[in-house]
């Protein structure tokens, strides 16, 4: 449990050895099952693997991000679904609240934003209990990523995550956290 969620950091570099598609189906199959508000699953998952599509993603990631993200093992695009509402039917039986989303675009970014985001928060978590370092990042060309690879799709990126396995002489030392007493309140 420690290995989870105490003791990881932010990758900067991977050690070479490949992610086999097997694992990648078994990280989204420890994902797909968590909370989200009505069960609205937006998060979409684009596994960047091959040297064609890390060539594709190369001229949208920040210049500072470039080399370890070309070096990673698998790049994730994270991305929402903005039409995710079309399946809340199948999704969320409980009800229908298609009509909350249909034609309220601001709502149903922010349900969709807030919601991938916390899928992506399962999906590093799970990443970290397959043995896999993470490094994540919202250095890059959101519009440009979303052309490329989402031109004929609903979808937006939200953020990167480059998944490997860490390697400790790749990377930094972990940056300093806040105390329980310096950002909570209880009421």
């Not at 490949?18 to 797909?32: A, F, G, H, P, Q």
């Not at 599509?53 to 920040?62: M, N, T, Y």
Request: glycine share 6%; charged share 30%; hydrophobic share 35%.
């Amino acid at each position: 449990m420690e290995d989870i969620f105490k003791n990881n950091k932010t990758y900067y570099g991977f050690q070479d050895r490949e992610i086999e598609d097997e694992v990648l189906k078994d990280l989204y199959e420890m994902i797909k099952n968590n909370a989200t508000s009505f069960n609205c699953q937006p998060l979409r998952i684009l596994f960047i693997k091959s040297k064609e599509a890390k060539a594709r993603l190369e001229p949208f990631v920040l210049d500072t991000n470039k080399e370890k993200t070309l070096k990673a093992p698998v790049t994730a695009i994270l991305a929402m679904d903005l039409s995710f509402y079309e399946d809340l039917s199948k999704n969320f039986p409980a009800m229908d609240v298609s009509f909350l989303f249909k034609d309220n675009l601001d709502f149903t970014y922010q349900t969709a934003f807030r919601n991938s985001s916390l899928q992506g928060g399962y999906f590093m978590k799970a990443a970290h209990a397959l043995g896999l370092g993470t490094g994540p990042m919202s250095g890059f060309d959101n519009n440009g990523l979303d052309e490329e690879f989402f031109k004929n799709k609903n979808w937006k990126s939200n953020f990167l995550c480059n998944l490997g396995y860490g390697d400790e002489d790749q990377t930094r030392p972990r940056a300093p956290r806040y105390e329980f007493d310096e950002i909570v309140e209880i009421l």
